[in-house]
């Protein structure tokens, strides 16, 4: 294939098989679909100049547009002051809404944020479509206090429910599940996937957090989308992981086989055969993810009897909001237990009183 070169794109071929060819945007990092836009054809450049012309508009956005809201808000401290994943997750959200960059605000009604929000997540799913729906509320909220709105047309909209009858995402593991994917795990995934068991870590945190979190049997880090410290005594089990774990030279605490440090799109790759095996073989469910270890630590603690504010504590949260979330199934089955219980004991009572005849 000739060598094909444009002006602020990154063009590369993968290094293992299926070795395909990749195109990324430098500044923002938007990719290009080769299988759409195959390299070096007319519509490859024209997709190239499209996104170039997109980066041109949010630079210099119009007064009183989306856009310009968009830019402001992300020069204030109420943007940069956040943690880089949260921004990351804002930035997503503003480049899908780049294409109305230029609509006036005073055109916003609730809805066309309808409308928006159902695009999205007719798109991307439902989780992103509410996710766009909820920065927009945002944003607009912080523009209505500076005068750039008058009302904010997103405030009173609700998120999409979830469908009838759909699995629970990120559902908590069985414990059997828990002993089936330990004993199937190499030795280099195992210790990240401890910190995800045993100590309720994000995967992306549990990937890039450095030696020197661990010291003293401790574990001393800051979740990386809220910012918030996880400092507490280490599980035995991860204490084990650590012993176990193969040496290596990577600046982080966990490395994949080649010692060098874990992305998070290499562990999932590496995790999804694990796991589709055990599937296969009924170790495990459907519906397994590795973020529902931090659910399946939230259940354990909230069975245990621990309050919603050690268990966010526990999860490196700055609300009890999501710890409630997370524990309640386990709320609700407590609860029950012991409702049931009371509900047993005065049956019993009520059908083995002695009844005497008129």
């Known amino acids: 294939m ?16 299926p070795f395909k060819w990749r195109c990324q945007h430098r500044k923002t990092g938007a990719m290009v679909d080769l299988a759409k836009f195959p390299l070096g054809g007319i519509t490859f450049f024209a997709e190239c100049a499209r996104i170039v012309a997109l980066v041109d508009k949010s630079d210099n956005p119009k007064p009183g547009t989306l856009g310009q809201l968009i830019a402001r808000y992300r020069g204030s401290p109420y943007f940069t002051d956040l943690a880089a994943r949260t921004r990351d997750d804002y930035q997503k959200c503003f480049d899908y809404l780049q294409p109305i960059a230029d609509t006036m605000l005073d055109r916003f009604t609730s809805p066309l944020v309808v409308r928006i929000r159902d695009k999205a997540a007719g798109k991307h799913g439902r989780r992103f479509g509410n996710y766009v729906r909820t920065v927009m509320a945002l944003l607009f909220a912080w523009g209505v206090e500076r005068g750039y709105l008058k009302i904010n047309p997103a405030a009173k909209i609700k998120g999409i429910r979830r ?37 309720g870590l994000d995967p992306q945190d549990a990937l890039k957090i450095p030696p020197t979190a661990i010291s003293g049997g ?13 400092w507490y005594p280490l599980p035995a089990p991860v204490l084990a992981a ?3 774990a193969p040496k290596h030279d990577a600046i982080t605490l966990c490395a994949n086989s080649f010692g060098r440090p874990w992305t998070v799109s290499g562990f999932r790759a590496s995790w999804r055969p694990i796991r589709q095996e055990l599937e296969k073989s009924g170790a495990v469910q459907s519906g397994l993810t590795l973020k529902g270890l931090r659910h399946t630590v939230a259940t354990i603690l909230a069975e245990m009897g621990y309050d919603e504010r050690t268990i966010a504590d526990m999860l490196g949260q700055k609300t009890i909001e999501m710890a409630r979330h997370y524990s309640k199934r386990a709320n609700k089955a407590r609860k029950m237990t012991a409702v049931v219980s009371s509900f047993d004991a005065e049956v019993n009572r009520r059908r083995t009183k002695t009844v005497k005849p008129a």
């Open 2 to 17: 000739a060598i094909v070169r444009v002006k602020g794109f990154k063009i590369w071929r993968d290094r293992k098989p």
């Open 163 to 199: 469908p009838r009858g759909a699995p629970d995402a990120n559902r908590p593991w069985a414990d059997s599940e828990r002993d089936a994917v330990e004993a199937a795990l190499p030795a280099h995934m195992a210790l990240p996937v401890s910190l995800m068991m045993y100590c």
């Open 218 to 230: 401790m574990i001393d880090a800051r979740r990386g989308k809220t910012g918030e410290p996880v």
């Open 242 to 244: 650590l012993e176990a």
